[in-house]
Structures are given as C-alpha cells and as structure tokens.
T-cell receptor, first 112, second 113 residues
C-alpha cells in the first residue's frame, strides 16, 4: 500500500459544479500538505498549502486537512473548464528532508 | 526570472544509447530534484540534491546518475537507456526547510525504443 492514496479518476463534472478531490495517507508524521495542479503536458504548480490540521481558503479553492482521519480534501467552487487538469496531493513529514510524497493524481474534466 | 528550465523538451533514444538531461534554476534554491512521471504512477523521486556537492538516491535511482554542477544546475544521466526508462522527467527546486516552495520545470518527454 502506498503511503498516499489518491483516486486517479477521471472525474467529469459540469461547469459550475462543486468539486471535491481527496487523498488518504498512512504516515501519521505528515505535517505539511500541498495540492498541485498540472495541466496537460506541463509541470505541476503549487496550488494550495496547509500546515497541520484545518482549512485554508483561496478564492474558489478550499483545502481541508483532517489528521485524525488521515484525510485531506481540495474543494473547487463554481468550477470552470479552465480547472480541467490533474490535481496531485503531496505531503511532507515533520523533521527530515522536506521531500514531498506525492499521490498519483486525479484527472478532473469540467465540461461546459 | 525563468524559474526552472529543462533541456531538451523531447528526446527519442535507442536502447543502449546514453544521454544527459539538463536542469537549471535561477531562484537561488539550495535543493534540487529529479522525478519521473508515468501513467498511473504519479511522481517518483529519482535523485535529489540538498546542496551543491551533495546528492542522494530517491525511490527509483537504478539506471540513472546525477551531477550537481553548481548551485544552479542539476543534470540527470542515462548511461545505457532501456525501454523501461520511457517517461516524462521533471526537475524541481525548493528552498531548504520550507515546504511550500517546490517549483517544477516544464518536463522532458523521453522515449526509448
């Protein structure tokens, strides 16, 4: 079992829908949680970052961490076709080398 | 400010050929990384370098070598390419000890026939 599990999708939603993307993990030492967005044939770019538990909001995006359940989520409100991309979660344990462990990515398609 | 640059963008090799993938960053980052991305496998770390002059193996180092030429540049070498090394390769860099500063290059698409 991988340390970080993420459903690859694809997840197909209509424009304007609320999207929920999720990852589960097994390493209780993870303290830093990131979401990256990767457009087709491009490199990943950091979208959201959360330290420890709680919520963080940035425009239409909300990142949520539930350490008790070892579960993180990314919510996208009012989804747009331009949100169509692969979303990768990544996590870093406390201490150590700050090297992230990535999920496999979820492919999101927002159709007009 | 170009961020992280990679060359070449595309490459086709025959089995047994060698090549070097180049990566450079202009953000004065200490840490640099090489990943490969395969369908359904996510990003897997090949090698990383925490500072100039140091390199360490990641999850999938076999068949690869790296050189941290200076603070800006980190190269990945395939000495004898194999079809299993067909992949998209990403270079990344980050600030030491800061979780939300990893920046990726545009990638190199490598096909080994």
């Amino acid at each position: 079992q991988k340390e970080v599990e993420q459903d690859p999708g694809p997840l197909s939603v209509p424009e304007g829908a609320i999207v929920s993307l999720n990852c589960t993990y097994s390493n209780s030492a993870f303290q830093y949680f990131m979401w990256y967005r990767q457009y087709s044939r491009k490199g990943p770019e950091l979208l959201m970052y959360t330290y420890s538990s709680g919520n963080k909001e940035d425009g239409r995006f909300t990142a949520q961490v539930d350490k008790s359940s070892k579960y993180i989520s990314l919510f996208i409100r009012d989804s747009q076709p331009s949100d169509s991309a692969t979303y990768l979660c990544a996590m870093i344990p406390s201490g150590g080398s700050y090297i992230p462990t990535f999920g496999r990515g979820t492919s999101l398609i927002v159709h007009p | 400010n170009a961020g992280v640059t990679q060359t070449p963008k595309f490459q086709v090799l025959k089995t047994g050929q060698s090549m070097t993938l180049q990566c450079a960053q202009d953000m004065n980052h200490n840490s640099m990384y090489w990943y490969r991305q395969d369908p359904g496998m996510g990003l897997r770390l090949i090698y990383y370098s925490a500072s100039e002059g140091t390199t360490d193996k990641g999850e999938v180092p076999n068949g690869y070598n790296v050189s941290r030429l200076n603070k800006r540049e980190f190269s990945l070498r395939l000495e004898s390419a194999a079809p299993s090394q067909t992949s998209v390769y990403f270079c990344a860099s980050s600030v030491d000890g800061v979780a939300d500063t990893q920046y990726f290059g545009p990638g190199t698409r490598l096909t080994v026939l």
